[in-house]
């Protein structure tokens, strides 16, 4: 006979970038329920109960400390877990395929069919699981199909709940979201469970804010949304290549442009290329899509984004190389920030990987430093040929360097002392701004030849 779920357990497997900091502030904000994380990965697990969390997000250290052990609770005993909770949200990783049909393009649903699988044969009463991962759309379906198929005589619900966070400004878009979005099957058990999803943001989201809809709206949306605002970064560094070519400078094309309230402000800053975990994965997720449903022209579309991008971080890499005189080859580059963006340690599809693996093929030697990410930069250069150092200081970086490319947006950029720079460096002395942050007058007084992006060079060269 099957027991009632039990409301007041929420359960999510996969303690991941997402998962972690989602379910860190449900429970600071829901202290009457019992908010568990459980990952295959002890030691992740150890780390989010210790004192060094496995990811860097700034406000995330208060929120653990805050509810850890009151009512948040880190495990790896993930089948206990999931017989004690009645919302489970599944976190787990959903990488692109790189094998069979759909390599390349595909979400590799692996994992997430696994924990489907898993959840049936550990739950002893009625659950409501939770997509948390972005999926491709109709994975609920199918999701739907497997947890019932149970021989238990159990029933399961199905919703979608996609974060819509990004990193470096998780907590804040958690505790401040501009909306929630549900989605539920049109049915009455669908109904109940989506409310019952919906009154557990309701505790710090205002109602108008938790948006309800069915499952494929839900899972098609957050798609569209990484693909519109990756689209958006692709669109304004197309536009600063065409900048380069001519007296335009993007900085002041991207304001005119979004002062208009119709286009908006937001994404609108040139640099280097988009990284991060999702908007690559989500765009390819939805160009699989179109080309299953036969809509090649649409599927073009989108793929144009990421060819985009593709081109935005070879460029930078050309400009380095044709302005220091056609070579790297033997001359040390600085290479400031690898994480791909500022305020957190995620490397993933981080544009500095592509940038240094190029720079390592042209042979010059690489000095990275990120105050956050030098333990991924690590993994993710492991095996390059050439000489590579990491170091936890951006003058020691600089010393006998020939170049500095700026890759990553980190705010203390801007205020170290440029002038002792100048003097560590190799002379002449470059700096590539691949994301516009620094002051490049200031820098050209100094002797440095200035290399922005979407604008005039300022060098001592000519
Ligand atoms: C993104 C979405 O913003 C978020 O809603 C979703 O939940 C996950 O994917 P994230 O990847 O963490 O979040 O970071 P985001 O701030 O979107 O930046 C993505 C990339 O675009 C970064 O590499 C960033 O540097 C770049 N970017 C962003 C620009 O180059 N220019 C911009 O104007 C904005
Ligand atoms: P995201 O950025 O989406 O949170 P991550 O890759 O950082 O993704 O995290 C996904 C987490 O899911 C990893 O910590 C991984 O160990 C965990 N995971 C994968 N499969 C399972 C599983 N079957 N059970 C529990 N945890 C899992």
Redesign the pocket.
């Known amino acids: 006979m099957a027991s009632k779920t039990n409301d007041n357990v929420i359960l999510c497997i996969g303690a991941g970038y997402v998962g972690g900091p989602t379910m860190a502030v449900i429970a600071d904000k829901c202290p009457e329920i019992k908010v568990i994380v459980a990952d295959i990965n002890p030691e992740r697990i150890n780390a989010w109960n210790s004192d060094k969390l496995p990811i860097y997000e700034p406000g995330l250290d208060a929120v653990v400390k805050r509810a850890r052990n009151r009512n948040l609770f880190f495990t790896t005993d993930v089948a206990a877990s999931v017989r004690e909770a009645g919302l489970i949200f599944v976190s787990v990783n959903t990488p692109t395929k790189t094998f069979g049909i759909g390599a390349g393009k595909a979400a590799d649903l692996q994992y997430w069919e696994k924990t489907a699988r898993f959840i049936v044969e550990h739950a002893e009463s009625d659950k409501i699981v939770i997509e948390k991962s972005t999926l491709p759309v109709r994975t609920a379906e199918a999701m739907h199909r497997i947890l019932q198929s149970n021989s238990k005589g159990l029933n399961f619900e199905v919703l979608s709940n996609?974060?819509?966070?990004?990193?470096?400004?998780a907590i804040e878009?958690l505790e401040k979201p501009d909306r929630v979005l549900i989605g539920g099957m049109e049915t009455a058990s669908g109904r109940a469970a989506l409310e019952k999803l919906a009154s557990v943001y309701a505790h710090w989201v205002p109602q108008d804010r938790i948006l309800r809809t069915n499952v494929w709206s839900s899972e098609l949306s957050k798609l569209v949304?990484?693909a519109m605002?990756?689209q958006?970064?692709s669109s304004?560094?197309s536009i600063s290549m065409l900048c380069e070519k001519t007296d335009a400078d993007i900085t002041e094309v991207s304001k005119a442009v979004g002062m208009d309230s119709r286009v908006g402000s937001?994404?609108?800053?040139?640099?280097v290329?988009?990284?991060?975990?999702?908007?690559k994965k989500d765009i390819l997720n939805m160009v699989y899509l179109c080309e299953h449903y036969n809509l090649p022209e649409v599927a073009a579309y989108w793929e144009q984004v990421i060819k985009m991008n593709d081109c935005q971080e070879r460029n930078f890499v050309n400009k380095i190389i044709s302005n220091m005189f056609n070579t790297v080859a033997g001359k040390k580059i600085a290479i400031f920030g690898f994480a791909?963006?500022a305020d957190?340690g995620d490397t993933r599809e981080?544009?500095a990987i592509y940038v240094s693996k190029w720079l390592l093929d042209e042979k010059a030697e690489l000095a990275i430093f990120d105050p956050e990410a030098l333990p991924s930069a690590k993994k993710d250069l492991e095996g390059c040929k050439g000489k590579i150092e990491y170091v936890n200081d951006p003058y020691e970086a600089v010393k006998g360097a020939h170049a500095i490319a700026l890759i990553t947006?980190w705010k203390l950029f801007k205020s170290l002392d440029y002038d002792k720079i100048f003097s560590l460096m190799e002379k002449p002395s470059f700096i590539f701004d691949g994301r516009n942050i620094l002051d490049h007058e200031a820098l050209y007084k100094k002797g440095f030849n200035v290399f922005p992006l979407g604008k005039h060079s300022l060098t001592h060269l000519e």
């Open positions: 996609p974060e819509f966070m990004a990193e470096g400004t878009d949304a990484n605002l990756a958006r970064v304004i560094n937001k994404f609108l800053k040139a640099g290329g988009f990284g991060g975990s999702c908007f791909f963006k957190t981080a544009p947006d």
